[in-house]
């Protein structure tokens, strides 16, 4: 039988993502602070409920998708919300893309509790989410992974078990510092492509030929024609995640000379207005450096 | 009907690049210093000039693949041999990697003597050389290249255009710096994993799943998993060819931050022992930066 | 009259700087969880307390001397201990190297009891904070900076009032990169020279002579030609001090390329067991990566 | 007694170079494609060749100060003006920053005239040069730098010997990009500066008291505190010689990941129009990549 799920954080990814596990059955309950944010999920026959405290208490799975660390522990350890309405052998998914330090000590405070959790961040982004088609690496106990794999397979198209914990956090880390890496990689390579006078759409047709042919470069592609970037993904919040990449690293020791110096591109970005535009708006940045525009 | 064929360069690359054009049906004549080189093409009904000079005054079309760039202005710019050997109307098509100011230097003699030039360097290693499946990329006229496309469509899935002569030589650095950072992402993201305690397999299965994959993730990720390095493409040459992008990149002023942190990752592979192993060897460069190993 | 003074923090720089106050013919007691710590300074007249509480409640002026932003923390806001001790009127004067967001949470907190805090770390290490000469960099209210001044006059050559709190913290960590980046700098050229074959101790010299020549240099010089790193200042607090200097950064938005190739270099660093020894063991770090040793 | 000079080369610095020799009592001929140029040192007493040719036939000692590589080459290398006019006995001393492999190319040209060429950069720019207070890096045969040191004794306050032709050169490349990099960081520390609300002047007079500071921190104060940066030395020549200092490591497997990280600042500044300005205007360009002004 289907356990019931409270979904909580219902943002860009959040209200396609919670869509899915409706449409595909489950007994689903959300809460958000904006109450018409859960309209859409209510005519498809979710429940609402009134406060983080109600929906925990109704439910067996509670499910966040929020947008950082900080509101992870806000929403998550709050005694007289989500914190205080934990009941023993109910299970916490937290999709965010969060550090793994506030991953683990969030696990700590359920666990005490009696309540597993697991860090179940994804890859992709509002496309996949819409499709199902998500990628999703996941850490905790692996016999709580097998247990809710069922949920992953309606809003994934895959899900990689990683170990304890924490882990799920650092493969999100480690995936997405190569996708900031390789946007950034490409869009060098576009400027100096402008600066020699390459044409621009040859060169990508080119590239998509090649052994460093990606589906990013394909997905980029008509924004990277037209010169407008739209946020997919905001440049902020890759900015935000190299941010948490270096810190693991730094923690655990591990130089990476190319992803800092992405970074710094990225903080260069955000400094210069282009954090609510698309990740692929460090081309701009980019293309100011070298003097063009 | 076919032009006939005078191929100059019996490497790793050149090899099976000419055996393609002998199987395609193409009167083929070779010259190489060293004469063993020669012997399998001959098997297959290619002839077998004794000098530079000779194989130039009997073909149509002279094919070079050389090393680098001094290599390729000492062979073509030889007047005892093929420069001296050129007469107007033939077409020079060289597909060595080398700067676009070598390149248009090149062109320029090579004019002077009424002969065109096409760079036409090419993206993909021993395996898509051998299948018939690289991509390459082409500088000088339009009509030399539309001339000679049968040429290209029997060494490559794909040929692009990509204007004056040193164009070709510019889309190959752009494509190539492309490729080595692709594979410093890759390894730096291994690192953060191993250094977090990730499996390295699932992680590379996970990549696969994501928009971040790209074909040169699978094809290195046996070498990854075995730890193991043989040259497909020596990293010493990726090295070389990051060296060149940047020359470029400075010359028409364009900032390439990330690529020049690799290129830095690069030399010191190189200064580590590593340049003849495989460009995925870069990989062990940033485990010993991090204290693994 | 002068008022009394309570020290709290007896490592390599906390003791000479309190010495120094004792010797001033400042009241002086101290608290140290490792008694032994506290008998230099007994010997020369200063009193003893057996607890933190105990030194706050029976002093004017509490000085605190910590490693790191989380004992600034544990030690400053302890209801038990530190904070609630302090009585309207008093001042902390923190001389710890720490994050300005620590600077700015503590300070709330004490203000919240009527003390005043001013952050008040230093440029130097044990040798000026013996003399007696080293550089303070002062945050908080200016009238209590200038009521405290006559302190620090005794502790150092200079010291610079930059504004509210936090912000003696925030020049730190600017000085600091500056260090960390000079000594890299110093060692990319040292290495450069040991690759083309010039004299090392010819080359320092000769810097000695020029626009870029600092007392660091000639401070390190001795040791860069033993070979040898004995911490002066441990490669692992400038690593941590890069650190910090970029999570600022990154939060108001400033690009430090260099500063962060030169972090990810101390990462390595640290990494290949190098942390323990000084600052100038960077050299090391960077001869490995370019196969030296 | 003194040899007779022959001086090539009247920019900036070689006019205020020869100067001093004039005022030193040598006997100095001078030759400049721009007759204007000479004329302060005609009135000096020095006499004007109409053409190098002439001016190397009539002296004992050539010395050039001359912009790049390039210029070097064309003016030593011509058979038609000095190389044509040297004589067996004569030195060539060559005192611009030049590639050390250019230095060796000119050195055996000379060498085969029976001309001994000593590499003889400088460190210091305008000031220094008229003051006679350069700093001289020099490559060579040893006896002949013992030989012409009077000369060097005249034109700066300290000559240094670091062996073959050129290692004077890469002594200067060493030095200069300790020089781009300690302005690189200072910037970043003033960025950070700016960006967290430090007071400028009061954190540059901070650094005056501190280990970090160097005679550099002072002599652009006044720039930097201007907002204006007349060109004392050019921006577009740091990042020449930023470019020779990593071509000069690439060759010899140097990693230098801070000076490859200030370059491509350097290149970024020069795209966006920063080149003719002093290379304290790199401060501008990481305001701009910092979203200031």
Redesign the interface.
């Known amino acids: 039988m289907k356990p019931t799920i409270g979904w909580i954080g219902l943002g860009n990814m959040g209200i396609p993502m919670a869509t899915n596990l409706v449409k595909a059955g489950y007994d689903l309950t959300v809460y958000n602070r904006t109450a018409a944010k859960t309209e859409s999920l209510q005519a498809l026959g979710a429940k609402a409920a009134t406060s983080a405290r109600e929906l925990v208490e109704s439910v067996d799975v509670v499910i966040t998708m929020l947008s950082d660390s900080a509101t992870v522990e806000a929403v998550l350890l709050d005694e007289a919300g989500v914190l205080g309405g934990l009941r023993a052998g109910q299970t916490v998914i937290d999709m965010s893309t969060i550090a793994?330090e506030t991953t683990r000590k969030v696990a700590e405070a359920v666990q005490a509790r009696g309540v597993s959790l697991l860090d179940a961040p994804v890859?992709?982004s509002v496309k996949p989410a819409t499709e199902g088609t998500l990628?999703i690496?996941v850490g905790g106990e692996q016999a709580i992974y097998e247990q809710h794999k069922p949920i992953f397979d309606v809003l994934g198209?895959?899900s990689?078990?990683?170990?304890a914990n924490?882990?799920g956090s650092?493969?999100k880390?480690?995936?997405n510092?190569?996708?900031g890496?390789?946007l950034?990689?490409?869009s060098?390579?576009?400027?100096?492509?402008?600066?020699?006078?390459?044409?621009r759409q040859?060169?990508l047709?080119?590239?998509g030929?090649?052994?460093?042919?990606?589906?990013?470069v394909a997905?980029k592609t008509p924004a990277i024609l037209a010169g407008e970037h739209p946020a997919a993904f905001a440049l902020k919040h890759m900015?935000k995640d190299f941010?948490l990449?270096l810190d693991?690293?730094?923690s655990?020791?591990?130089?990476?000379?190319?992803?800092?110096?992405?970074?710094?591109?990225f903080?260069?970005a955000?400094?210069?207005?282009l954090g609510d535009q698309d990740i692929m708006a460090i081309l701009l940045q980019?293309e100011a450096?070298?003097?063009l525009k």
Do not use: R
């Not at 030929?209 to 990013?216: E, F, G, K, L, M």
């Open positions: 793994p890859s992709g990628v690496l198209k895959a990689f078990y990683f170990g924490g882990q650092n493969a880390l480690a995936i510092m190569m996708l890496l390789a950034q990689g490409l060098e390579a576009l400027v100096l492509g402008e600066k020699t006078g390459l044409d040859t060169f047709e080119m590239v030929q090649t052994a460093v042919n990606s589906p990013i997905m900015e941010g990449a693991a690293a730094k655990v020791e591990a130089a990476l000379p190319a992803t800092s110096a992405a970074h710094q591109t903080v260069a955000k400094a210069n207005g980019l450096m070298s003097g």
